[in-house]
């Protein structure tokens, strides 16, 4: 037998739900970060997923951040405008055109970090350290198991 059953599964309840709503809680709250140093969520995900080398290239990024690959080339080219990327053909393959860092989009994405963290840290003041990371581990957990699930639930 599952966890849920239909009596009792309700958005408070629902960890679809309230993963959703704590992300966009998160979001609105260091909205801020991001405007100050002026650019979007959005585009300090990118250069973040850049940094920690999860996203080199517009298909990883956009698969990485969750977005269409038509979408992630606008992203890719706006972050280029600003100068925070350079985008630089790979020798063994010509087609494969990598992303990097510039020194500017790293401060950029460097700086965001710095208070994103600070951020994070004024929200988890009060948790006691094992509970965050418990909370992280579950998170990671759940990420896991959807990442492996080979057919979507019908």
């Known amino acids: 037998m599952g966890f849920y059953d239909e009596s009792d599964f ?22 801020s970060v991001f405007a100050a140093e002026g650019l979007t969520g959005t585009q300090w995900q990118a250069l973040v997923s850049i940094w920690f080398g999860r996203g080199g290239t517009a298909a990883e990024l956009a698969r990485d951040l969750g977005h269409d690959k038509g979408a992630m080339t606008r992203l890719v080219d706006q972050l280029a405008e600003r100068g925070w990327i350079t985008r630089e053909r790979t020798t063994e393959d010509r087609r494969c055109i990598r992303l990097v860092l510039t020194e500017e989009g790293v401060a950029v994405a460097l700086r965001c970090k710095a208070r994103v963290v600070a951020c994070w840290n004024e929200w988890l003041a009060d948790w006691p350290e094992g509970e965050v990371e418990r909370l992280i581990d579950l998170l990671q957990k759940l990420r896991g198991t959807l990442a492996a699930a080979e057919v979507p639930c019908a």
């Open 10 to 31: 309700r958005p408070d309840r629902s960890i679809g739900y309230l993963v959703r709503r704590v992300h966009q809680l998160g979001i609105a709250g260091i909205e």
